[in-house]
Every structure is written in structure tokens, then in C-alpha cells.
């Protein structure tokens, strides 16, 4: 996968899911692993910030990946609290339940576990065994931070087990689906959506409800209906 093809496919998930987006009216929405910023610049774009309500903050280890995403930000006129931390370390109290989105595309790329977590670039892609160290971090926070009606929106390589993951949450108590899914000869990325479901029973063995996978004809469509989107997809000076 392209470096820029996880970060488009999880804002075409939020893009293909936006109307369930506005209707949901979140509050909170928190970037875990924030980057370049173009995610959460792009979640507050395409929700608004003043006419919703909504709240955005976003955190990333790498204090690079912060002043970047702070640029990114006032660049495209919306506002996030910015956090450089470890997945949410230090917020856990303060956010306890109250995300109603978050979203995550973490290092996922099987690596050395030696190479997770190390100062600079790395840390962007390095995930351990099976590319799932930080992801298996990530997840019981999020269950954590998340509240009853949260959403979560996650990218992860077929590498890493996603059904796996999708049973690991649904034994939390949460329902999933794949909202978009791109492959490559080598690989297969999806970004996975889970939602808590209290009706839900921990049963088989599988991977979420596939129910609506968006093709990527539809998503140019989408795109172009939220003014400022197109950043960074069809050309930009802040290209990376
Ligand atoms: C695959 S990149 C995604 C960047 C951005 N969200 C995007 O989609 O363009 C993963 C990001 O997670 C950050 N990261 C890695 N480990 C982390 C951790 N333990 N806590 C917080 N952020 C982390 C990296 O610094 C990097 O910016």
C-alpha cells in the first residue's frame, strides 16, 4: 500500500459514512495517531465545528506529527486540542466515555517489536508482530474513552487478523462492519467501523457484518460535496 492510501481510505469510510455521521451529532471526536492531520482536518470539514457543536482533539507520540497536524488545522480553518502523548495517556480520566467518534489508523505493518514505539518516522508504521501492537493497545482505550453511542473507525492489513479483532470487540460488545476496503496484490486494507451493540451475543468466529462497501467511483462524488475536501487527493502545496 501507498503511505497516503490508509489515511484516504479512512476518510472515504467517514466521507461514505457522513450522513450517519451528522445525524449522530457527536460531541467528541478524538484522531488517535494524528499524523499529518489531513484525518481529523478532514472529520471536522466534513462535520462542521460551530453549526454541531462538535469538539475535536487528537493526540500522536511523535511531537513532529503535532506541529504538523496544528498547521494542518489552521491551514484548512478548524480547530482540535492537540495532545503529544501515547495513545491517550494522561486523558484517560478526563475523557472517560465521552468520544462519540474516534478515529485510528495506526502502525500496522507487521515489523520487529523492537521497532514499535521508536522516536521519529517509525513510529508511524512500525506495528510489532503481526502489526498488531499498537493496535492491541489502542483498543481497550478506546473501549474505554468511548461512550455508549460511540463510533469507532479503525485501518488495519489483512496481516493483522481482522476478524480476530472484530471478535476481540464484539466479546467487548460491540458490532462491525467494513465501511471501505482497498486491495492490492499483496495486501488488503480495511477500515473497520464498531459501534456498541447491547443486544449483541458473543458468537462464531468471523469478521463483522460486511454490509456496505463503497466503491471507490462513489467516493470523487462525496469528496465533492464538502467544500475544502479535496485537499491533498487532487494536488495541494501542502502535498506530501
Ligand atoms: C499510519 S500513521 C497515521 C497518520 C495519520 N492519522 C494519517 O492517517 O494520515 C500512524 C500515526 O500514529 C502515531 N503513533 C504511533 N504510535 C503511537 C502511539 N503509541 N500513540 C500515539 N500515536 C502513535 C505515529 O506517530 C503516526 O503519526
Known amino acids: 500500500m501507498n503511505q497516503c492510501d490508509d489515511s484516504f481510505a479512512l476518510v472515504d469510510a467517514l466521507l461514505a459514512d457522513r450522513t450517519n455521521l451528522l445525524e449522530h451529532r457527536p460531541t467528541l471526536c478524538m484522531e488517535v495517531g494524528c499524523g499529518s492531520g489531513y484525518v481529523i482536518t478532514s472529520l471536522a470539514l466534513m462535520l462542521g465545528q460551530e453549526a454541531y457543536g462538535a469538539y475535536y482533539i487528537a493526540t500522536d507520540i511523535n511531537p513532529h506529527a503535532v506541529r504538523v497536524t496544528s498547521e494542518t488545522l489552521q491551514a484548512h480553518g478548524v480547530y482540535a486540542d492537540l495532545i503529544t502523548t501515547e495513545i491517550a495517556s494522561g486523558l484517560e480520566k478526563r475523557l472517560e466515555g ?122 470523487e462524488s462525496l469528496l465533492s460535496q464538502v467544500p475544502g475536501l479535496s485537499f491533498w487527493r487532487y494536488g495541494n502545496s501542502n502535498s506530501r
Open 98 to 219: 465521552l468520544v462519540d467518534v474516534m478515529v485510528v489508523n495506526p502502525p500496522y505493518v507487521p515489523t520487529p517489536e523492537d521497532e514499535v514505539g521508536r522516536e521519529g518516522i517509525a513510529s508511524a508504521w512500525a506495528g510489532g508482530e503481526n502489526g498488531r501492537s499498537v493496535i492491541d493497545k489502542i483498543l481497550p482505550i478506546a473501549d474505554k474513552l468511548m461512550s455508549d453511542r460511540g463510533w469507532l473507525y479503525m485501518v488495519t492489513l489483512t496481516a493483522n487478523n481482522p476478524s480476530e479483532i472484530c471478535l476481540q470487540m464484539r466479546e467487548k460488545g460491540y458490532a462491525s462492519r467494513i465501511v471501505v476496503q482497498r486491495s492490492t496484490e499483496e495486501e488488503s486494507l480495511h477500515v473497520i467501523k464498531f459501534w456498541r451493540d447491547f443486544d449483541s451475543q458473543p458468537v462464531g468466529n468471523e469478521m463483522g457484518t460486511v454490509n456496505k462497501i463503497v466503491p471507490a467511483g462513489v467516493i
